[in-house]
């Protein structure tokens, strides 16, 4: 199947910094791709869809300007976590489509730590 | 997109046929159904999806009922690398989100 990449695995930083993941395809072009994250014992929750070229979509209640999405190119998306604060601590996991209307691929996922 | 409910454990002998339940049952006539399984700490994994008939693949089996209300997954041979929790989704073919419900956590005991 398609694959679809994060870098970092795993990143941890300070209280107040910013960390950027990226999200890559990596043998296929992705017009959109979309955002998860995961706290422990629970299920994935989407974040945002972003769009490459235009502004990312956001689900109710992430802060925009605190997930900032740039979809700079048909193949990579990154996710900024501005002002990392401990409750940002999760795992972080981008998913992408190789075609319109066929399941997605899922990367491997950024466990994040704030301290 | 239509909500799922799903077992939230099952336990399964390894070498046994695992059978995951999904109960979907607002599910609209345009929605298809997709299964995915998330290994520890790793993204999720695509296992396989339908619309109205059974669909199988070298991974599983998806059994879809005629009023398309529910749905079961079946792991033929469950090994113990099958522990994983699995989720059911439903999702419209004009979308693209993906909403992952709680999922079914299964256990394969040696």
């Known amino acids: 199947g398609a694959v679809v990449s994060q870098h970092p695995s795993w990143v941890i930083c300070k209280s107040g910094t910013s960390v950027k993941i990226e999200c890559r395809s990596l043998?296929?072009?992705?017009?959109?791709m979309f955002w998860y994250r995961q706290f422990p014992k629970q299920s994935l929750m989407l974040m945002a869809t972003s769009n490459e070229g235009s502004k990312a979509t956001y689900e109710q209640g992430v802060e925009k300007d605190k997930f900032l999405i740039n979809h700079a190119s048909l193949t990579l998306s990154t996710l900024t976590v501005t002002s990392a604060h401990p409750e940002d601590s999760s795992f972080y996991i981008c998913?992408?489509?190789?075609?319109?209307?066929?399941?997605?691929?899922f990367g491997q996922g950024t466990r994040l730590t704030v301290v | 997109d239509a909500k799922t409910t799903q077992p939230p454990s099952m336990d399964c002998a390894e070498g046994r046929a695992a059978n995951l339940p999904c109960n979907h049952s607002t599910i609209s006539g345009n929605e298809y159904v997709y299964w995915y399984r998330q290994i520890h700490s790793q993204g999720p994994q695509y296992i396989i999806h339908?619309?109205?008939n059974n669909e199988t693949n070298e991974m599983a089996s998806l059994i879809i009922t005629e009023d398309r209300k529910s749905s079961t997954l079946i792991l033929p041979h469950a090994t113990l690398r099958d522990t994983a929790v699995y989720y059911c989704?439903?999702?419209?073919?004009?979308?693209?989100?993906?909403?992952f419900g709680t999922g079914t956590s299964l256990t394969v005991i040696p």
């Open positions: 043998d296929f072009q992705a017009t959109t």
């Open positions: 989704i439903v999702r419209a073919n004009t979308g693209n989100q993906f909403y």
């Open positions: 998913s992408a489509f190789p075609h319109m209307n066929t399941e997605a691929f």
């Open positions: 339908g619309l109205k």
